[in-house]
Protein backbone atom coordinates (compact mmCIF):
# COMPACT_ATOMS: atom_id res chain seq x y z
CA UNK A 1 0.00 0.00 0.00
CA UNK A 2 1.30 3.58 -0.67
CA UNK A 3 2.31 5.94 2.30
CA UNK A 4 0.00 8.51 2.54
CA UNK A 5 2.19 11.84 1.85
CA UNK A 6 3.09 13.99 4.73
CA UNK A 7 1.87 17.92 5.76
CA UNK A 8 4.95 19.06 4.10
CA UNK A 9 5.56 17.09 1.05
CA UNK A 10 1.75 18.01 0.02
CA UNK A 11 2.44 21.63 1.15
CA UNK A 12 5.84 21.70 -1.38
CA UNK A 13 3.99 20.02 -4.08
CA UNK A 14 0.88 21.95 -4.01
CA UNK A 15 3.46 25.07 -4.22
CA UNK A 16 5.14 23.23 -7.00
CA UNK A 17 1.71 23.37 -8.45
CA UNK A 18 1.09 27.39 -8.21
CA UNK A 19 4.14 28.20 -9.62
CA UNK A 20 3.20 26.07 -12.52
CA UNK A 21 0.08 28.37 -12.78
CA UNK A 22 -3.01 26.03 -11.41
CA UNK A 23 -3.83 24.09 -8.46
CA UNK A 24 -4.85 20.49 -9.55
CA UNK A 25 -5.90 17.41 -7.50
CA UNK A 26 -2.60 15.72 -6.57
CA UNK A 27 -2.43 12.04 -7.58
CA UNK A 28 -3.24 9.35 -5.64
CA UNK A 29 -5.04 12.57 -2.90
CA UNK A 30 -6.22 11.72 0.53
CA UNK A 31 -8.40 14.00 2.75
CA UNK A 32 -5.25 15.60 3.84
CA UNK A 33 -4.67 16.48 0.28
CA UNK A 34 -7.88 17.53 -0.71
CA UNK A 35 -7.96 19.93 2.47
CA UNK A 36 -4.61 21.81 1.53
CA UNK A 37 -6.00 21.80 -1.77
CA UNK A 38 -8.99 23.69 -0.08
CA UNK A 39 -6.81 25.31 1.74
CA UNK A 40 -4.90 26.76 -1.05
CA UNK A 41 -7.49 28.04 -2.98
CA UNK A 42 -8.79 30.13 -0.37
CA UNK A 43 -5.46 31.62 0.92
CA UNK A 44 -4.96 33.00 -2.92
CA UNK A 45 -8.84 34.86 -2.75
CA UNK A 46 -8.71 38.15 -2.24
CA UNK A 47 -9.86 39.28 0.96
CA UNK A 48 -12.81 41.66 2.02
CA UNK A 49 -10.94 44.88 3.31
CA UNK A 50 -12.10 48.26 3.28
CA UNK A 51 -10.39 50.13 1.03
CA UNK A 52 -10.47 54.60 0.33
CA UNK A 53 -12.13 55.33 -2.26
CA UNK A 54 -9.75 57.81 -3.87
CA UNK A 55 -6.48 56.38 -2.00
CA UNK A 56 -4.18 58.20 -4.83
CA UNK A 57 -6.06 61.84 -4.09
CA UNK A 58 -6.17 61.25 -0.54
CA UNK A 59 -2.64 60.93 -0.40
CA UNK A 60 -1.29 63.78 -2.68
CA UNK A 61 -3.72 66.02 -0.64
CA UNK A 62 -1.65 64.97 2.67
CA UNK A 63 1.59 65.85 0.76
CA UNK A 64 0.36 68.95 -0.05
CA UNK A 65 -0.61 69.91 3.91
CA UNK A 66 2.16 68.76 5.14
CA UNK A 67 4.46 70.50 1.92
CA UNK A 68 2.99 73.39 3.10
CA UNK A 69 3.03 73.16 6.29
CA UNK A 70 6.56 72.51 6.15
CA UNK A 71 7.07 75.48 4.00
CA UNK A 72 5.14 77.68 6.72
CA UNK A 73 7.90 76.62 9.64
CA UNK A 74 10.73 77.40 7.48
CA UNK A 75 9.50 80.98 6.59
CA UNK A 76 8.83 81.74 10.74
CA UNK A 77 11.67 79.87 11.65
CA UNK A 78 14.13 82.50 8.92
CA UNK A 79 12.05 85.57 10.70
CA UNK A 80 12.59 84.54 14.01
CA UNK A 81 16.63 84.27 13.58
CA UNK A 82 16.01 87.49 11.71
CA UNK A 83 14.80 89.06 14.64
CA UNK A 84 16.17 87.24 16.98
CA UNK A 85 19.55 88.32 15.31
CA UNK A 86 18.30 92.39 14.80
CA UNK A 87 17.24 92.16 18.81
CA UNK A 88 20.72 91.23 19.45
CA UNK A 89 22.69 92.93 17.53
CA UNK A 90 20.84 96.36 19.11
CA UNK A 91 21.42 95.33 22.30
CA UNK A 92 25.21 94.77 21.40
CA UNK A 93 25.31 98.09 18.98
CA UNK A 94 23.58 99.88 22.52
CA UNK A 95 25.63 98.73 24.86
CA UNK A 96 29.75 98.12 23.21
CA UNK A 97 30.01 100.09 20.29
CA UNK A 98 30.49 103.66 21.07
CA UNK A 99 30.17 106.61 18.98
CA UNK A 100 32.61 107.61 17.18
CA UNK A 101 32.66 104.58 15.63
CA UNK A 102 28.77 104.54 15.17
CA UNK A 103 29.11 107.98 13.16
CA UNK A 104 31.55 106.98 10.69
CA UNK A 105 29.28 103.57 9.77
CA UNK A 106 26.48 105.49 9.63
CA UNK A 107 27.92 108.10 7.17
CA UNK A 108 28.91 105.17 5.08
CA UNK A 109 25.75 103.22 5.10
CA UNK A 110 24.30 107.03 4.06
CA UNK A 111 26.72 107.16 1.24
CA UNK A 112 25.88 104.10 -0.38
CA UNK A 113 21.91 103.49 0.69
CA UNK A 114 20.97 102.87 -2.91
CA UNK A 115 23.29 100.10 -3.04
CA UNK A 116 21.80 98.59 0.08
CA UNK A 117 18.21 99.15 -1.23
CA UNK A 118 19.00 97.39 -4.50
CA UNK A 119 20.74 94.28 -2.02
CA UNK A 120 17.12 94.17 0.25
CA UNK A 121 15.07 94.68 -2.68
CA UNK A 122 16.78 91.64 -4.85
CA UNK A 123 17.39 89.71 -1.93
CA UNK A 124 13.51 89.98 -1.70
CA UNK A 125 12.58 89.69 -5.03
CA UNK A 126 14.41 86.44 -4.93
CA UNK A 127 12.86 84.78 -1.72
CA UNK A 128 9.45 85.88 -3.91
CA UNK A 129 10.05 84.14 -6.52
CA UNK A 130 11.68 81.09 -4.92
CA UNK A 131 7.85 80.84 -3.25
CA UNK A 132 6.02 81.49 -6.46
CA UNK A 133 8.10 78.59 -8.08
CA UNK A 134 7.71 76.33 -5.62
CA UNK A 135 3.69 76.51 -5.13
CA UNK A 136 3.34 76.42 -8.93
CA UNK A 137 5.31 73.11 -9.40
CA UNK B 1 1.61 49.44 -17.09
CA UNK B 2 3.83 52.06 -18.10
CA UNK B 3 8.15 51.56 -17.73
CA UNK B 4 8.16 51.48 -13.79
CA UNK B 5 11.89 53.53 -14.55
CA UNK B 6 9.80 56.92 -15.99
CA UNK B 7 6.87 56.51 -13.65
CA UNK B 8 9.97 57.31 -10.88
CA UNK B 9 11.50 59.76 -12.64
CA UNK B 10 8.48 61.50 -13.62
CA UNK B 11 7.99 61.24 -9.65
CA UNK B 12 11.10 62.55 -8.54
CA UNK B 13 10.72 65.30 -10.99
CA UNK B 14 7.39 66.46 -9.11
CA UNK B 15 4.86 65.01 -11.77
CA UNK B 16 1.83 64.11 -8.92
CA UNK B 17 -0.09 62.26 -12.10
CA UNK B 18 2.81 59.97 -12.66
CA UNK B 19 2.88 59.40 -8.74
CA UNK B 20 -1.05 58.93 -8.42
CA UNK B 21 -0.66 55.70 -10.91
CA UNK B 22 2.19 54.56 -8.81
CA UNK B 23 -0.27 54.77 -5.97
CA UNK B 24 -3.10 53.03 -7.86
CA UNK B 25 -0.79 50.64 -9.32
CA UNK B 26 0.17 49.17 -5.67
CA UNK B 27 -2.63 50.03 -3.53
CA UNK B 28 -3.70 46.14 -3.09
CA UNK B 29 -0.33 45.19 -2.55
CA UNK B 30 -0.35 47.91 0.23
CA UNK B 31 -4.21 47.43 1.57
CA UNK B 32 -4.17 43.57 1.98
CA UNK B 33 -0.85 43.83 3.53
CA UNK B 34 -1.46 45.97 6.11
CA UNK B 35 -5.09 45.30 6.64
CA UNK B 36 -3.78 42.03 7.11
CA UNK B 37 -1.71 42.67 9.78
CA UNK B 38 -2.99 46.01 11.51
CA UNK B 39 -6.84 44.57 11.43
CA UNK B 40 -8.25 48.15 12.50
CA UNK B 41 -10.14 49.18 9.89
CA UNK B 42 -9.86 53.29 10.37
CA UNK B 43 -6.26 52.21 11.25
CA UNK B 44 -5.38 50.52 8.27
CA UNK B 45 -6.49 53.44 5.85
CA UNK B 46 -4.13 55.81 7.92
CA UNK B 47 -1.29 53.24 7.68
CA UNK B 48 -1.86 52.73 4.09
CA UNK B 49 -1.74 56.76 3.83
CA UNK B 50 1.54 56.95 5.36
CA UNK B 51 3.16 53.97 3.75
CA UNK B 52 2.76 56.01 0.36
CA UNK B 53 3.56 59.24 1.80
CA UNK B 54 6.87 57.02 2.60
CA UNK B 55 7.27 55.78 -0.99
CA UNK B 56 6.83 59.36 -2.13
CA UNK B 57 9.58 60.82 0.22
CA UNK B 58 12.43 58.31 -0.48
CA UNK B 59 11.47 57.09 -4.11
CA UNK B 60 14.81 59.34 -5.21
CA UNK B 61 16.68 56.97 -3.04
CA UNK B 62 15.11 53.59 -4.38
CA UNK B 63 18.03 52.52 -6.82
CA UNK B 64 16.64 49.17 -8.24
CA UNK B 65 18.78 46.85 -6.30
CA UNK B 66 15.24 45.03 -5.86
CA UNK B 67 11.88 44.89 -7.73
CA UNK B 68 9.76 48.14 -7.09
CA UNK B 69 6.57 46.14 -5.59
CA UNK B 70 9.36 44.52 -3.07
CA UNK B 71 10.73 47.65 -1.85
CA UNK B 72 7.04 48.94 -1.65
CA UNK B 73 5.90 46.21 0.65
CA UNK B 74 8.97 46.45 2.65
CA UNK B 75 7.99 49.60 3.45
CA UNK B 76 4.59 48.56 3.87
CA UNK B 77 5.50 46.16 6.76
CA UNK B 78 7.44 48.12 8.46
CA UNK B 79 4.82 51.31 8.91
CA UNK B 80 2.41 48.25 9.70
CA UNK B 81 5.24 46.62 12.40
CA UNK B 82 5.88 49.86 14.14
CA UNK B 83 2.22 50.91 14.19
CA UNK B 84 1.81 47.15 16.22
CA UNK B 85 4.92 47.69 18.51
CA UNK B 86 3.20 51.27 19.25
CA UNK B 87 0.01 49.88 20.07
CA UNK B 88 0.63 46.83 21.77
CA UNK B 89 3.38 48.49 24.34
CA UNK B 90 5.86 46.51 25.42
CA UNK B 91 4.92 43.11 24.57
CA UNK B 92 7.08 41.26 21.98
CA UNK B 93 5.38 40.71 18.60
CA UNK B 94 6.73 37.47 19.16
CA UNK B 95 5.10 36.59 21.71
CA UNK B 96 2.03 35.81 19.73
CA UNK B 97 3.75 32.54 18.40
CA UNK B 98 3.86 31.57 21.54
CA UNK B 99 0.24 31.76 22.05
CA UNK B 100 0.29 29.59 19.23
CA UNK B 101 -0.83 26.39 21.31
CA UNK B 102 -3.63 27.91 23.09
CA UNK B 103 -5.17 29.09 19.37
CA UNK B 104 -4.64 24.86 18.56
CA UNK B 105 -6.55 23.55 20.70
CA UNK B 106 -9.37 26.55 20.54
CA UNK B 107 -12.46 25.05 18.97
CA UNK B 108 -15.49 26.75 18.56
CA UNK B 109 -18.79 25.27 19.06
CA UNK B 110 -20.73 23.70 16.04
CA UNK B 111 -23.45 26.86 15.70
CA UNK B 112 -20.84 29.29 15.37
CA UNK B 113 -18.90 27.36 12.69
CA UNK B 114 -22.08 27.01 10.62
CA UNK B 115 -22.64 30.01 10.35
CA UNK B 116 -20.36 30.96 8.42
CA UNK B 117 -20.81 31.63 4.74
CA UNK B 118 -18.40 29.41 2.99
CA UNK B 119 -14.73 27.62 3.44
CA UNK B 120 -13.20 30.97 1.95
CA UNK B 121 -14.89 32.98 4.46
CA UNK B 122 -14.16 30.93 7.04
CA UNK B 123 -10.43 30.98 6.14
CA UNK B 124 -9.94 34.43 6.20
CA UNK B 125 -11.62 34.79 9.65
CA UNK B 126 -8.91 31.95 10.80
CA UNK B 127 -6.10 34.06 9.40
CA UNK B 128 -6.98 37.10 11.34
CA UNK B 129 -6.58 34.72 14.69
CA UNK B 130 -2.80 33.72 13.67
CA UNK B 131 0.36 35.51 15.07
CA UNK B 132 1.44 38.63 13.09
CA UNK B 133 4.18 37.16 11.33
CA UNK B 134 1.96 33.61 10.36
CA UNK B 135 -0.81 36.17 8.99
CA UNK B 136 2.60 38.49 7.28
CA UNK B 137 4.23 35.37 5.68
CA UNK B 138 0.62 34.15 4.74
CA UNK B 139 -0.16 37.47 3.19
CA UNK B 140 2.44 37.99 0.96
CA UNK B 141 3.41 34.49 -0.30
CA UNK B 142 -0.77 34.04 -0.99
CA UNK B 143 -1.44 37.07 -1.82
CA UNK B 144 0.98 39.06 -2.94
CA UNK B 145 2.90 36.10 -4.67
CA UNK B 146 6.18 37.27 -3.61
CA UNK B 147 8.73 34.08 -3.48
CA UNK B 148 10.82 33.10 -0.25
CA UNK B 149 13.64 35.15 -0.93
CA UNK B 150 11.81 38.55 -1.59
CA UNK B 151 10.16 37.51 1.60
CA UNK B 152 13.12 37.75 3.45
CA UNK B 153 13.81 41.07 1.65
CA UNK B 154 10.63 42.63 2.97
CA UNK B 155 10.72 41.33 6.54
CA UNK B 156 13.90 40.72 7.28
CA UNK B 157 13.65 36.98 8.75
CA UNK B 158 15.68 34.49 7.44
CA UNK B 159 14.75 31.99 4.90
CA UNK B 160 14.32 29.19 6.87
CA UNK B 161 12.19 31.29 9.23
CA UNK B 162 9.94 32.20 6.63
CA UNK B 163 9.37 28.55 5.35
CA UNK B 164 8.49 27.22 8.60
CA UNK B 165 6.39 30.28 9.64
CA UNK B 166 4.38 29.41 6.53
CA UNK B 167 4.46 25.72 6.74
CA UNK B 168 3.16 25.50 10.48
CA UNK B 169 0.49 28.31 9.84
CA UNK B 170 -0.92 26.39 6.70
CA UNK B 171 -1.12 23.05 9.00
CA UNK B 172 -2.89 24.79 11.53
CA UNK B 173 -5.41 26.03 9.01
CA UNK B 174 -5.63 22.67 7.35
CA UNK B 175 -6.85 21.24 11.09
CA UNK B 176 -9.29 24.44 11.56
CA UNK B 177 -10.15 23.52 8.07
CA UNK B 178 -10.69 19.63 9.08
CA UNK B 179 -13.02 20.67 11.89
CA UNK B 180 -14.95 23.00 10.16
CA UNK B 181 -15.68 20.53 7.23
CA UNK B 182 -16.22 18.07 9.42
CA UNK B 183 -19.41 19.87 11.17
Partial sequence: MMKAPSDEEIQQLLEQQLKEGGLH?????DEDSTLYRLLFTALAAEPEVSRHSDLA???????????????????GVIIA??????????????????????????????????????????FGLIQIADKKLVVGH | MQNEEEIISRIVNGDVTAF??????????????VSRLVQNKEDTQDICQEVFIKVYRHLGSFKF?????????????????????????????T????????????????????????????????IEKLPVHYRTVLTLYHLNEF????????????????????????KLLKEKLEIYIKY
Fill in chain 1, 25 to 29: ELPGS
Fill in chain 1, 57 to 75: KAVVKQIKTREQKAESLRY
Fill in chain 1, 81 to 122: TVLVTGVIGAYFSISYVSPAIVGPALNFILAYKWIFAFIILC
Fill in chain 2, 20 to 33: KILVKQYEKLVTYM
Fill in chain 2, 65 to 93: QSKLSTWIAQIAYGTAINHLKKVSGKRNL
Fill in chain 2, 95 to 126: DDIADFENYHKTTEDPETILAKKNNTAFIQQQ
Fill in chain 2, 147 to 170: SYLEIEEITGMPEGTVKNYLFRAR
